[in-house]
């Protein structure tokens, strides 16, 4: 493996970017929405005109084969993405109790990338003889993207293995072309992985921030990852848009995932020290936990904003954080858990993913992402049309996908994700839905800015 410190298991998540379709709030996903492979396959008709036959590696007559790949077996931190290897599990039981995909059933192929370049690597291979795309993959250390671009179809010419992902961190998966994720990097690509670039950044909770404090009243204390340098690339664009936007930053410093709460006492005597009305912590859940436990050790009570997005949308925050916790402000890029019935691909989630979490959710929805690419095959050339090359296409014009609703608009194809969002906040125990309130709806006004930074020298630890 070639890195030592495996605290890079935390990562952030805190930008999702891109352009919107609107500026409002918004609600694609209402039941009966035309949005492809939602509920249930919509090519019955093709599969009655044409017999489904083994037409690509991961195809056969009956079955498609898809992989998950995600960081779930480390020593260091268990189950790390676990939620990601259920989510697609239970996007394929969903889907197969709805009449399958393509006219064939799903298959679900599983791999731990173990937090460590080596095991990414080995999957990929594997899933290269094995599986028509991956789907909901969830690896820190897939930097080298070889066995997905030279993956070869069963005529052998190499073309590739789309992968719908979850999320990016490494450059290589990045810029790689055979990659889509619905949290996409912010960098603009190509990318050398050194020096200046150009990163698209949302400023929705942070205006949201900002306009219910009032300017030149929010100023504190940032936690940065600092175990790998893709994670620190993932936070810093963020960190530092909401500090030139008008977050004052009085003090940061780096953390690594392998910390426990008493490394986090300097952070809380600075928070402290400087009276600061905002802090956030960039690595996992766990390290939000540690933050607000070790502030309330303290008796810290200047705080305003104790600001975390998506790896906080996790019930251990609230089951290990217990009242610490309380007040904790949370911005996710899909629908809350809390807002059961409004969606019909929420509920499909909910149905089949008993411990459903942020990534889980992500992952759910990559694999509708994949559904909506295929379904777009059949109905073009029928199901047999499946190919690696033609489902490489289908994603690469996959544009304005919302999954029913589920996520907000984002055009997979050209990697832009959606500024849009939602705002949560630990109230009495429990996330509570505060912007916008009405189920079913994301907050789109927000605007999406560039901001050129160097992620590895903004930022020393």
Known sequence: MKRSRLGATILVLSAVVGACSSGKKINEGAPGATQPGVVASTTSDKCKAEAPKATDIGITDKEITVAVTADIGSPFRKGLFQGSIDGVKAWADWKNANGGLACRKIVVKQYDSKLTD??????????????????????????????????????????????????????????????????????????????ERDYAVSDGPFQYYLSKYGNNVLHGVWVIPIDLESTRSSSLPGFRYSQKIGIKLDQEFGASGLQTQSAYGPFVQAIKDH??????????YLGTVFLRKEAAT????????????????????????????????????????????????????????????????????????????????????????????????????????????????????????????????????????????????????????????????????
């Open 118 to 195: 080596t095991d990414a690597k080995n999957a990929m291979v594997d899933a290269c003889s094995s599986s028509y795309a991956l789907v909901g993959t969830t690896a820190l250390f897939l930097d080298d993207m070889k066995p997905i671009e030279t993956c070869k179809d069963q005529a052998g010419k190499a073309t590739g293995l789309t992968d719908f992902a979850v999320l990016q961190t490494a450059v290589e998966q990045q810029c790689s072309q055979w990659d889509f994720a619905l949290l996409p990097g912010q960098g603009a690509c190509p990318f050398s992985g050194k020096g």
């Open 275 to 284: 009276k600061s009305t905002y802090a956030r912590n960039g690595l996992d």
């Open 298 to 461: 303290q008796g810290v009570d200047t705080v305003k904003v104790w600001d975390c997005s998506v790896q906080c949308y996790d019930q251990r925050l609230i089951t290990q954080g217990l009242s610490a916790v309380e007040g904790q402000y949370v911005w996710i890029s899909f629908l809350p858990f809390e807002d059961k019935g409004s969606n019909p691909v929420l509920d499909g989630l909910l149905q089949y993913d008993a411990h459903p979490d942020g990534f889980g959710a992500q992952a759910f929805a990559s694999g509708e992402a994949f559904a909506a690419a295929v379904d777009s095959i059949v109905a073009k050339s029928g199901p047999n049309g499946l190919t690696r090359a033609a489902i490489l296409d289908a994603a690469r014009n996959l544009h304005n996908f919302d999954a029913g609703g589920f996520i907000p608009p984002t055009d997979v194809g050209a990697k832009k994700g959606s500024p849009c969002y939602i705002m949560m906040q630990v109230k009495n125990g429990k996330f509570v839905r505060i912007e916008p309130t009405k189920p079913g709806t994301f907050n789109c006004a927000a605007k999406t800015e560039n901001i050129r930074i160097d992620a590895l020298t903004t930022f020393k630890p």
